[in-house]
């Protein structure tokens, strides 16, 4: 049970925790003070949002090109395919939540750019999209949050069981 992820793996995984919990948090007060025009926090969130989105294509190339830790032999297979199945679905949610915003941005008729360098329109403006793309963005982001609650409470079990996962990603 010595095996670790690459130290790319691991950088990337904490890392992307960061940015993950600073974009949700930030996606949930601008709402919440949208009358207020927080279009700062909104340029910010966009612009995190595609960084996200890269740092998610690259960790995917990390993924299948660096070796992973073997199953530990403490967990049942059946568990153990379970949390595969939410990392993969994580894989997933770190793809659509970004493009989902992008399209969400674009439908309703505002450009996206990264800190300040305009980015291209990939979707053209149409409002008929737009309550529609809202929800797409909000229903996958608070469904990327189930799954990572899950993920966290595999590893808290796993943790007070003895079965030291935590320090393969560590
Ligand atoms: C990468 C991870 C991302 C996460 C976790 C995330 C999360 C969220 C959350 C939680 C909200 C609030 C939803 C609500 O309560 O209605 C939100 C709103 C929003 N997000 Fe994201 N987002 C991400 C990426 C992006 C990207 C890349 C863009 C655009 C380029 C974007 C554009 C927006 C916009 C424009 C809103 C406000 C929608 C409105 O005013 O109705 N997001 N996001
Ligand atoms: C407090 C927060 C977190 C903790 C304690 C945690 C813990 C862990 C641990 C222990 C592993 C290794 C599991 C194993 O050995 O098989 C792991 C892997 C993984 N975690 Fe997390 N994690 C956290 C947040 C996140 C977040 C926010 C994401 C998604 C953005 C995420 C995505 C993943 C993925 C995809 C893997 C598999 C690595 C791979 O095969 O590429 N984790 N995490």
Redesign the pocket.
């Known amino acids: 049970m010595n095996e670790k992820y690459s130290v790319s793996i691991r950088l990337i995984h904490w890392l992307m925790f960061v940015?993950?919990a600073l974009?949700?948090v930030?996606?949930?007060v601008?709402?919440e003070f949208?009358e207020t025009e927080p279009w700062a926090m909104?340029h910010f969130?966009?612009?995190?949002?595609?960084v996200?989105?890269l740092l998610a294509l690259l960790r995917l190339v990390l993924h299948f090109t660096s070796k992973s830790p073997s199953a530990p032999a403490e967990i049942s297979t059946g568990i153990y395919r379970l949390s595969q199945g939410v990392v993969f679905l994580l894989y997933l949610m770190?793809i659509l939540?970004?493009?989902?915003?992008?399209a969400?941005?674009n439908l309703?008729g505002?450009s996206?750019d990264l800190y300040g360098l305009p980015l291209p329109e990939f979707f053209p403006k149409n409002l008929n999209w737009e309550k529609y793309s809202?929800l797409a963005?909000?229903y996958l982001?608070?469904s990327?949050?189930g799954l990572f609650l899950l993920h966290l409470s595999g590893v808290i079990k796993h943790h007070i069981q003895g079965v030291e996962i935590l320090r393969r990603i560590t």
């Open positions: 940015l993950f974009i949700f930030l996606g949930v601008m709402i949208k909104y969130h966009k612009s995190t949002g595609v996200v989105f770190m939540v970004p493009i989902s915003g992008y969400l941005s309703h505002y996206v809202s963005h909000e982001a608070y990327f949050l």
